[in-house]
C-alpha cells in the first residue's frame, strides 16, 4: 500500500512490526485475595520481554470477582469462574488448558514479580530443553504495602529423608547465599514457570496437577513426575519476586543428640500452632499420597527409619495439638488411597530415585 507525500511521490505505508517475544500464560489462582490482587496483576502486565495473556481463575463462587472492572483495568486478562470451591490444584489446571502459550507462569495471588523475572526464567527455558521448570528468588512481603522484609520466602524445594518437602533458605536473610544458579529437585508454584510440552506430557488423566490433592504440596507432586519423566528443575536468583506466605517453616537446628531433637519439636510445635487444623490434616495427608504416588521401594526401604521417624514426630505433634482431627485423618485417608494407586500405575515407566537429593 502507497501514499503520496508532499512531494507527490508515492511513500511507503510501514506497518507495526510484529512482536516475536516469547508468548506465556500466567496463570493466577484467586480465592478471596483481598489487597493482594491488584499489586500482583500491575507486576505481571509490567513484565518485559514477554507477550503475557493473564487467566485469573477464580475460585469462590460465593465472593464472585469482578470481572468486568479486572478486564478493564488489566486488558491482558481474561477472569474464569468455577462453579465450585474446588481447590488450588483444579484452579490451576483450568487456567493451564485455557492457554496454548510454550510455556506457563503459575503465580499465587499474593506475589508480584520485578519487571524482568519471566523473561529471565523463559530464557532458561529456551536456552536449556532438558528444563522442564525453573523459577527465581522469592523474597518475603507480608503485605503490598509494606516492604519486603530482607528474608527468603523460597529459593526452590527441596525433600529431606523423611520425605519432608521444604522451602530452601526459607526463613534465612538474603546476604548473598543464594546468588548462583543451581539445579534443585523443584519449584515452588507460587511463581513458577513451566514448560508446557512438559506438563501436558507429565498430566493424568488429563490433570497438570493432580486434583486429589485439591491444595497443597500439588507442586512437589509435580516436580516428583517432571523428574521422573526426565525433566530438570531450576533455580535463578537474577529473577527476583516476593511472596506472602501464611505459615513460615521452623528454621533448621544446628548440631546432635537429645537437645537437638528437643529443640526441633518445640520449633515444629510453635509452626504447627500457626497453621489451621484443615491445613495441619491435609498437609499430612498429601504428604502421604506424595510417597504412595511416587516413592520407590528401594528408597522405602532404604529410609524407612527417617519416614518412620517423622511420620512419628508429625503424628504426635498433631495429636498434641487436635486430637480428634488427628485420628479422623488417618482414617479417612484410606478413601484416597484407591486412587493415589490409579495415579501411580499411570505414570510413564520411568522412575525417579531420591537418592541424589536426599541431604
Not at 128 to 135: E, K
Request: hydrophobic fraction near 40%; aromatic fraction near 8%.
Amino acid at each position: 500500500m502507497t501514499r503520496s507525500g508532499r512531494s507527490g511521490l508515492p511513500r511507503k505505508v510501514i506497518s507495526a512490526r510484529p512482536d516475536y517475544s516469547p508468548r506465556v500464560d500466567v496463570v493466577i489462582p484467586v480465592f478471596r485475595p483481598g489487597a493482594w490482587l491488584a499489586a500482583c496483576l500491575d507486576s505481571a502486565i509490567a513484565s518485559t520481554g514477554v507477550r503475557l495473556l493473564l487467566w485469573v481463575v477464580d475460585d469462590d463462587p460465593t465472593r464472585p470477582l469482578d470481572d468486568g472492572q479486572i478486564q478493564a483495568s488489566w486488558p491482558q486478562s481474561t477472569v474464569i469462574s468455577m462453579a465450585t470451591n474446588s481447590g488450588f490444584a483444579s484452579a490451576c489446571n483450568r487456567g493451564i488448558r485455557a492457554g496454548t502459550a510454550p510455556y506457563v507462569l503459575l503465580l499465587n495471588q499474593d506475589a508480584r514479580l520485578e519487571p524482568d523475572y519471566v523473561s529471565r526464567l523463559v530464557a532458561r527455558l529456551a536456552d536449556d530443553p532438558g528444563l522442564g521448570a525453573v523459577a527465581g528468588k522469592l523474597l518475603r512481603q507480608e503485605e503490598p504495602a509494606i516492604p519486603p522484609d530482607g528474608t527468603i520466602d523460597t529459593c526452590g524445594i527441596e525433600i529431606r529423608r523423611g520425605r519432608r518437602p521444604v522451602d530452601i533458605d526459607q526463613g534465612q536473610l538474603d546476604d548473598g547465599r543464594a546468588d548462583q544458579w543451581r539445579e534443585v529437585f523443584g519449584v515452588c508454584a507460587a511463581a513458577a514457570l513451566y514448560r508446557r510440552s512438559a506438563i501436558e506430557q507429565v498430566a493424568v488423566g488429563g490433570e497438570v496437577f493432580d486434583e486429589l490433592f485439591f491444595m497443597h504440596k500439588e507442586d512437589v507432586d509435580l516436580a516428583w513426575r517432571l523428574r521422573a519423566a526426565g525433566f530438570r528443575a531450576g533455580f535463578d536468583p537474577s529473577a527476583v519476586g516476593y511472596h506472602a506466605r501464611g505459615v513460615r517453616r521452623a528454621l533448621d537446628v544446628v548440631g546432635s543428640g537429645p537437645r537437638k531433637w528437643v529443640e526441633r519439636g518445640r520449633r515444629l510445635i510453635s509452626q504447627e500452632r500457626g497453621k489451621s487444623s484443615m491445613l495441619r490434616r491435609r498437609a499430612w495427608r498429601n504428604q502421604v499420597l506424595l510417597l504412595v504416588k511416587n516413592e520407590e521401594p528401594d528408597d522405602f526401604m532404604r529410609w524407612f527409619g527417617d519416614l518412620l521417624a517423622h511420620q512419628a514426630l508429625q503424628t504426635g505433634i498433631s495429636f498434641f495439638l487436635d486430637p480428634l482431627g488427628t485420628i479422623k485423618s488417618r482414617v479417612s485417608i484410606v478413601s484416597d488411597l484407591p486412587k493415589a494407586f490409579a495415579a501411580r500405575r499411570a505414570r510413564e515407566t520411568r522412575r525417579s530415585s531420591l537418592r541424589d537429593w536426599l541431604p
